[in-house]
């Protein structure tokens, strides 16, 4: 039996991400109480207000009624599922091709794979670009930093696609 190692490799980092943010996507279902009370926080600019100093230019932008945030906490955990799920069925199909089971069109697959990482980069901008309209690195520093490593990460797992086998 044959076997591509880098297409085997490809497989365990997309099966690798897909897990993590299958993982992701089931803490925010099953500890939900937990991010919504951030989630809150965050789009009422709380510790932004309790500060004093930092940020008060941005208030302005804070939401007073939080009642959607369990409804916005739902749709990101099934949008992190659905990107996951497709994130693992790319890994199924790299494995596939890696160890020479079946017929998978590698370039149908690449392109797959790119749609799958394209919609992981998607979700990071998404919580980048709210996260900034609400101030969060003023007071949520860390969160951010994983925002942005999650990012860079789906940069560098489009940079593994396209490199020529």
């Given at each position: ?12 980092v997309?099966g ?23 989630l ?41 599922l659905?990107?996951?799920?497709t ?13 020479q ?26 919580f ?6 609400f101030?969060?690195?003023i ?11 999650m ?12 490199i020529?086998?």
């Open positions: 039996m044959t076997l591509d190692a880098f297409w085997l490799a490809k497989a365990i997309f690798g991400l897909g897990s993590w943010l299958l993982l992701a996507a089931l803490n925010n279902l099953m500890d939900a109480n937990t991010n919504i009370t951030l809150r926080r965050m789009m009422r600019m709380d510790a932004i207000r309790e500060d004093g100093i930092l940020g008060q230019g941005l208030l302005v932008r804070a939401i007073k009624s939080d009642a959607r945030v369990p409804l916005l906490l739902r749709i990101v955990a099934l949008t992190q659905s990107i996951a799920t994130l693992m069925l790319v890994a199924l199909a790299m494995a596939a091709v890696g160890l089971l079946g017929r998978v069109d590698s370039v149908w697959l690449t392109d797959v794979a790119t749609l799958s990482v394209s919609a992981f980069l998607s979700l990071w901008f998404f980048l670009i709210g996260g900034l309209w101030g969060y690195w007071k949520m520093g860390s969160v951010q930093i994983v925002h942005f490593i990012l860079m990460f789906g940069f560098l797992l489009l940079l593994l696609l396209r020529p086998i």
